[in-house]
């Protein structure tokens, strides 16, 4: 499981833990039981606490995305039949919208905004393969 943190990114270092965590799972890339790294090394991996580690777990396992066996660590938790893309989604979409907001924009500015990048930005669709 690679996760990168942004030490520009406003989020929280634990926040950016958590939402590259349930990016993970939501694309599959972390399946269902499948071990996370400690706490320990995962803070060591990323070079922060292991307090922000350990905050970004407890977050995660309150969210039913992960869950920890005592003695044997923290795991992927089998899909609950939440569809956690859509969830991933509207925590982008939320992101957005506090960011849109704290610099004076409106709900109607950054959905116009949205499009107008979209009309002019190259990127893969995941759902289509182009």
């Known amino acids: 499981m690679l996760i990168d943190l942004d030490l520009s990114d406003v989020r929280p270092l634990y926040q950016q833990i958590v939402d590259e965590v349930r990016r993970a799972v939501a694309l599959g890339d972390l399946g269902p039981e499948e071990p996370l790294p400690s706490v320990r090394a995962l803070a060591m991996r990323l070079r922060v606490n292991p307090n ?5 777990y407890r977050e995660l396992e309150r969210a039913g995305v992960v869950y920890s066996r005592r003695g044997q660590g923290t795991f992927a938790a089998r899909p609950d039949g939440t569809d956690q893309r859509a ?5 982008v979409a939320e992101r957005a ?3 849109a907001r704290r610099f004076g924009f409106t709900p109607h500015d950054l959905a116009g905004a949205v499009v107008r990048a979209a009309e002019t930005e190259v990127y ?3 759902s289509t393969g182009a």
């Open 97 to 99: 919208l506090k960011d």
């Open 52 to 56: 922000t580690v350990q905050q970004a």
């Open 87 to 91: 969830l991933l989604l509207r925590d």
């Open 124 to 126: 893969d669709d995941p």
